[in-house]
Structures are given as structure tokens and as C-alpha cells.
């Protein structure tokens, strides 16, 4: 039976979900259950579960068609995994570690992506969330009316791009396979503000990693109002820490929350395997 429980984070993010095993097919009546529950609390987490690709791939699929993942190579015979990796000896800077939302460049950017551990540090290697629906629930009336129909321009070209920091960097010894392209330097627009699809409730559709710059607005006021928001939405009270074990699997929903990813596990392997879930366009 399906069961679930609350942390204590002050966030409202995450449930840990016990009394079921991805590796089986998941009855209709609680995958409805798993949905309802992704999109209340952003983040499902499930543990002691060893997977196969395939049963990754089966499970992930529940949720949607796979989305599309630029800019790093699969796994071998398994197109829509790639590997979150970094060995003991790696000096280059791990993957994943500004705060953003997972491809927020596309035109359709994923709802969910799926993480699930295979070896882990014994310290350091957490993964932040921050709720970006309560972080602009708790804006001023007036600033909310300001955001309201203002747009943001994202694009991969910050990490991506044949001349951006995966390009340069100096470091030669990353495990990733990073495919750095002129492509990155594409741009989308996407409203400030997005209404979740399934909940309807806005948030802060913005992140430091892809959003280059609000609108017809000028370079420095746009800079000015969004080192605001970022500072305000990565607030202790809105984050959530996830502690990692191997074999657990976590999901997350990239409209209402923005994550980033934690160092401090030097000399150690950190090795996990990522899937991602088509969405809509923002709006
Ligand atoms: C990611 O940004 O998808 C990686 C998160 C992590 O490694 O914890």
C-alpha cells in the first residue's frame, strides 16, 4: 500500500513515498495517486530502489514522452539517460552546481526530471530545491503586478555554447560528456511568471543559469530586479535539502521548483543516471 510522509522542511517540497516498487507496473489507481502528489509537493522521493535502465526507463515513462536533452551524451543503447558522474580524482567543478530549472531554454521545457542514485559520497553531493510558487506567493501585491505580463529570454549559452564555460573551462578531466554547440546561443522567451499547467498556481518562472534578461527592458534595471528575485527565492525558508543514499530515486517538477547541486565530496565518485519528462510551453 501506497504511503507517504512529510519532512520538516519549512519549504512545503518533497514526500517521501513508501510501499511501492518502480521496478513492478504501477497500478492506474496509484500513479494517479503519484501524480497528484508530484504536483503538490514538486518532489517525490523513493528509497532502496535498484533499477535496471530499463526499469528507469519504464518507470519514467509513466509520467509522459521523454524530453529532449541537449548538450550531453547518453548512455550507451539508452538515449534518454545521461550520466550525472564525477570520479574521486575529477578536478573539474560537478555538474549542476548554479541553481536552475532543467532546460528552461526550450520552447518546451521538461516537467519532471527523474534522478536516481547509483553511488553516492559519504559527504557533501546534496541537491537544493527551492519552491518557486511560495517564494512569489509571498511577493508584494505591487511587486507582483510589476512581473505580471513581463517576459525573459533563456538560452543554453552561459554553460552550452562553443564559447561558454563547458567550452573554456580549464580543467580537462571531466567523465561528462559535454557537447558544447553554437546551438546554445538559440533563445526563447517564456513569461516571468508561469502558471503551473495541472495547478494553476503561479510562480517564478526565472534562474540564474539560463534566463539572460527580462524584455524591453534595459540590461541593468533587468539585472537589478532579478538578483533581487534570486536572492528573495533562495531563501532557507523556501529550500529543501535532499540527502542522497544509492538506489534512490527522486522526481521533481521543474515548474515549481529550481534546484542546484552541492559540492564538497572531493576524492569521492558521485555517480547518478537522469531522464527527463516533456512539458508544455510556459505560460
Ligand atoms: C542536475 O542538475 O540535474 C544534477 C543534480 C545533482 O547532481 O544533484
Known amino acids: 500500500m501506497l504511503e507517504y510522509e512529510r519532512n520538516s522542511s519549512p519549504s512545503g517540497l518533497g514526500l517521501k513515498i513508501t510501499g511501492v516498487d518502480l521496478k513492478n507496473e504501477i497500478d492506474p489507481v496509484i500513479l494517479s495517486q503519484l501524480r497528484s502528489l508530484w504536483v503538490e509537493y514538486s518532489i517525490l522521493i523513493f528509497s532502496g530502489q535498484k533499477l535496471s535502465h530499463l526499469e528507469f526507463e519504464k518507470f519514467s515513462l509513466n509520467f509522459g ?4 536533452d541537449p548538450y550531453i551524451d547518453s548512455i550507451e543503447g539508452h538515449p534518454h539517460i545521461i550520466e550525472v558522474r564525477k570520479e574521486a580524482n575529477e578536478k573539474a567543478t560537478h555538474f549542476g552546481s548554479s541553481w536552475h530549472s532543467d532546460w528552461s531554454f526550450q520552447k518546451r521545457p521538461p516537467s519532471a526530471t527523474l534522478l536516481h542514485s547509483k553511488i553516492i559520497p559519504p559527504v557533501g553531493g546534496d541537491t537544493l530545491f527551492a519552491n518557486t510558487i511560495r517564494s512569489y506567493e509571498d511577493l508584494s501585491e505591487e511587486l507582483k ?6 517576459k525573459i529570454t533563456h538560452s543554453a549559452s552561459l ?12 580543467e580537462k578531466d571531466r567523465s561528462m560528456k559535454i557537447v558544447p554547440s553554437k546551438e ?17 498556481k503561479k510562480g517564478l518562472f526565472i534562474n540564474p543559469v539560463y534566463s539572460l534578461g527580462i524584455l524591453d527592458m534595459p540590461e541593468n534595471e533587468s539585472k537589478r530586479l532579478l538578483d533581487y528575485l534570486y536572492s528573495h527565492m533562495i531563501q532557507e525558508k523556501y529550500i529543501l535539502r535532499h540527502k542522497w543514499q544509492a538506489n534512490m530515486l527522486i522526481m521533481w517538477d521543474n515548474r515549481s521548483v529550481m534546484h542546484q547541486a552541492e559540492g564538497g565530496y572531493e576524492g569521492h565518485k558521485r555517480l547518478l543516471h537522469r531522464i527527463t519528462i516533456a512539458g508544455e510551453r510556459p505560460s
Open 65 to 68: 514522452e521523454y524530453g529532449d
Open 145 to 150: 503586478s510589476e512581473l505580471k505580463d513581463l
Open 159 to 170: 554553460p552550452y555554447a562553443d564559447d561558454g564555460f563547458y567550452a573554456l573551462e580549464k
Open 184 to 200: 546554445a546561443k538559440k533563445t526563447y522567451t517564456h513569461p516571468l511568471v508561469r502558471t503551473h499547467a495541472e495547478t494553476r
